[in-house]
């Protein structure tokens, strides 16, 4: 079965992602992004769908091609189930029923969070994979937590935000400075040029292990207003070190708990994952640890960092291997946790 040819499908939120797997090796990995959605300062539900439908089909031929297999060498096809936008996910998910009824291979749903985490045993992801057990501080747009990792199939969320995810924070923060959408990236180029420190803003105080981001959010709009009051040109003229300090805030918001985890689980296998994980400072921070506190960490390359099929087909082959395929009846799930993921029903094939 390790030469097993998956092809992955992704559509949880705004881009359509194909790649095609061989063993643990990616022979592919294409995206279509919708640019659609910088206008409105925010991903529309109906126009992700709607570019999904358009995109799909162009999306996987292209995967197939680079790949340089047939369709017919395709041993089964994997596809994002949830978490993510419903519209977005029955097209993801409508498209590779029908693929895998047409060519008569097995179909294998996908957990999206579970998929950013085991990411990391891509073959080309990082020099080597974690060690189990490890910590993995999955980070986007749409989700933050901690996840307790003991095996490819057993994980355990142990924090995760009461509130805002990180990468929501860094978007509506980015909009209150007037930065087009995703902010995220743009806070991080200009932060480079910017000095941290420069302007503090408040960290939450949140129990256990949990996140909180909704808070910061709140300070940054009010210092903005009362700075504005004062100067209209505040932010022009201090934007680099509004975001230096902004994101470095944010980094050591996610740090502190992540740390906190480390030592009180007694764990020093480290990893990040998610959108986020590609921010600059979170990867110096993750550095900077690793040196301070003697921890073995793990950055996916940046292309395995955001919403991709490559992430979607690793998972599916290492269900494909346990024989782990999902029926044709199977829906798509909009809220679909990591370890809801481990409780349902499956389909054991010997």
């Avoid at 996987?60 to 395709?74: L, R």
């Avoid at 099929?309 to 946790?337: C, H, N, P, Q």
């Amino acid at each position: 079965m390790s030469d097993s040819i998956i092809l992955g499908i992704e559509s949880s939120c705004d881009d359509t992602s194909a790649a095609v797997l061989k063993g643990n090796k990616i022979l592919s990995n294409i995206a279509a992004n919708q640019e659609i959605h910088n206008e409105y300062g925010g991903v529309v539900p109906e126009l992700a769908s709607r570019a999904h439908q358009q995109n799909i089909i162009p999306v996987v031929a292209k995967a197939v091609k680079e790949a340089n297999i047939h369709k017919k060498d395709i041993s089964a096809i994997g596809f994002t189930r949830g978490p993510g936008l419903l519209g977005s996910l029955l097209v993801g998910t409508s498209f590779a029923k029908s693929l895998a009824m047409s060519l008569e291979v097995p179909l294998i749903e996908v957990n999206h969070l579970q998929a950013h985490i085991l990411a990391h045993f891509i073959d080309d992801a990082n020099p080597e994979p974690p060690n189990f057990p490890f910590l993995c501080l999955t980070v986007s747009g749409g989700h933050t937590m901690i996840v307790l990792v003991k095996d490819y199939f057993d994980m355990e969320i142990i924090g995760k935000t009461i509130d805002d995810a990180a990468g929501e924070a860094f978007d509506k923060i980015g909009k209150i400075f007037g930065l087009d959408y995703p902010a995220g990236p743009i806070i991080d180029q200009l932060a480079k040029n910017g000095v941290e420190n420069s302007f503090k803003f408040n960290k939450p105080r949140i129990e256990n292990f949990n996140y909180s981001f909704s808070g910061i959010k709140t300070s940054v709009l009010y210092f903005i207003q009362k700075e504005v009051r004062k100067n209209p040109a505040f932010i022009k003229e201090n934007l680099n070190d509004l975001c230096a300090s902004v994101q470095q805030t944010l980094v050591e918001i996610l740090m502190d708990k992540l740390e906190k985890a480390a030592l009180e689980l007694n764990i020093n296998e480290i990893a990040i994952a998610g959108g986020v994980s590609a921010n600059s400072g979170l990867r110096e921070a993750m550095q900077k640890n690793a040196e301070r506190l003697g921890w073995n960490i793990y950055i996916p390359k940046f292309e395995y960092t955001t919403d991709n099929a490559a992430m979607i087909a690793m998972v599916a082959k290492l269900k494909y291997d346990r024989g782990e395929f999902a029926d044709l009846s199977i829906s798509a799930s909009a809220r679909y946790d990591i370890e809801e993921s481990f409780k349902k029903d499956v389909t054991i094939i010997d």
